[in-house]
């Protein structure tokens, strides 16, 4: 789903905040909203409090704001509730990165996040230089 500058922007007017509105850039907005599409839906609100803002910023790469979850929760038709108390499961989905494509700021165009940001496959294969033996 493709969400515009004027969506975003009409929702910004309209999202009932809990802290002072700060916003980097829309593409936080359109990264939380991703992020939070792939995530199981409840019936009522989750009764305890999630670090969403944090999970968001690890999958995406970059810094995402509370206020930009908030906007994007407010945005989202299958989501409720108020920061941090949504009607998403705890057991958390790991969207796939293909959901990052097109976003300008995306973990694989940052040259300094890069390296930092492995694959799966990067995560899972061995790597025989850090194998130690011990003296006897």
Request: aromatic fraction near 12%; charged fraction near 25%; hydrophobic fraction near 30%.
């Amino acid at each position: 789903m493709m969400i515009t500058d004027e969506k975003i922007k009409e929702a910004k007017a309209t999202t009932s905040y809990s802290l002072e509105p700060h916003h980097m850039k829309d593409d936080c907005i359109r990264a939380a909203y991703h992020w939070l599409d792939a995530q199981p839906k409840l019936r009522g609100l989750t009764t305890k409090p999630l670090t969403i803002k944090h999970i968001i910023e690890r999958w995406a790469g970059f810094y995402v704001s509370q206020t930009d979850v908030e906007v994007a929760a407010h945005m989202h038709p299958d989501i409720y509730g108020y920061y941090p108390f949504y009607n998403i499961h705890c057991n958390f989905v790991h969207p796939l990165d293909c959901r990052l494509v097109g976003l300008v700021h995306n973990r694989y165009n940052l040259p300094t996040r890069r390296y930092d940001n492995k694959t799966y496959f990067e995560k899972t294969k061995p790597n025989h230089n850090r194998i130690s033996v011990g003296r006897r």
